[in-house]
């Protein structure tokens, strides 16, 4: 049997074109940890855009270190939650790059005037 190429459908990683400061995105699953091109382990997690879109968020320490602060340190509690972006220039590895961070977006609770 001849067998043919096929390109494999998978989730995109979230990039720097995706997203603007300001945008919030939805978690949609409580993630995994991969390995990096560098050989790092990286905390990755499904994410649903705005527009609905799906990606996968390479999440950097800081973002996870709010998340944890704000839903907890089980990541299935993280699921359902919305992030509010932020995108930054950052220093890499002695390059100037653009960084996505996230923080948690907590609703309080409105008071009631009587």
């Known amino acids: 049997m001849k067998l043919e ?3 494999v ?4 990683f979230l990039t720097v074109n995706d997203v603007k400061t300001g945008d919030v995105v939805t978690i949609t699953g409580e993630g995994e940890y991969r390995e990096s091109k560098f050989g790092k382990d990286r905390l990755v997690v499904p994410i649903r855009l705005q527009n609905g ?3 996968i968020w390479t999440l950097n320490q800081t973002t996870i270190n709010k998340l944890i602060d704000a839903y907890g340190d089980e990541t299935k509690n993280w699921i359902d939650k ?3 972006l932020t995108v930054a220039d950052v220093m890499v590895r ?4 653009k960084a996505i961070y ?8 409105v008071k009631r005037r009587n």
């Open 94 to 97: 002695g390059e100037l790059r």
């Open 102 to 109: 996230g923080e948690p977006v907590v609703l309080t609770p």
């Open 53 to 55: 879109e799906p990606r």
């Open 9 to 12: 459908n998978l989730t995109p």
């Open 82 to 84: 919305n992030v509010k």
């Open 5 to 7: 190429k096929r390109k």
